[in-house]
């Protein structure tokens, strides 16, 4: 039987069901399933080709909606912080298009913190 994607709202259904994913599985549960699925599910599909990449890679965008889902106090705040946190420390990727010290001293919430305990300890460590 053919699904007609007139009447089928993908994207109403999608997140529904990446909701009840992240509602019905424990934080261990699922971290552990996400651990298996970015090594063992890689290993197993990377000598398909493309096909195969494509493949995992739907997985993991899969999981990133249902952890979206299930940590919706993650914001693009903490998520920009951590990456800038990450090109200060290690220098790669392309630079930012904005004052990246000027956001991190501006910016609020417990993942600066962390950052800056951490920083603390590779100091003095």
Do not use: V
Not at 2 to 11: S, V, W
Not at 32 to 52: I, P
Not at 84 to 91: A, G, L, P, Q
Request: proline share 2%; charged share 35%.
């Amino acid at each position: 039987m053919a699904i007609n994607k007139k009447k089928l709202d993908i994207d109403k259904e999608y997140i529904e069901w990446c909701r009840k994913i992240a509602k019905t599985n424990s934080e261990t549960e699922f971290i552990s399933h996400f651990r298996e699925h970015t090594y063992e599910h890689f290993n197993r599909h990377k000598h398909e080709g493309k096909l195969g990449l494509k493949i995992w890679l739907i997985g993991i965008f899969n999981f990133i909606h249902i952890f979206e889902e299930k940590y919706p106090k993650i914001t693009r705040d903490d998520m920009l912080f951590k990456l800038c946190s990450y090109y200060k420390d290690h220098k790669k990727g392309p630079k930012p298009s904005f004052d990246i010290d000027k956001f991190m001293k501006e910016h609020k919430g417990d993942t600066k913190n962390y950052y800056y305990k951490y920083q603390a300890k590779q100091k003095d460590g």
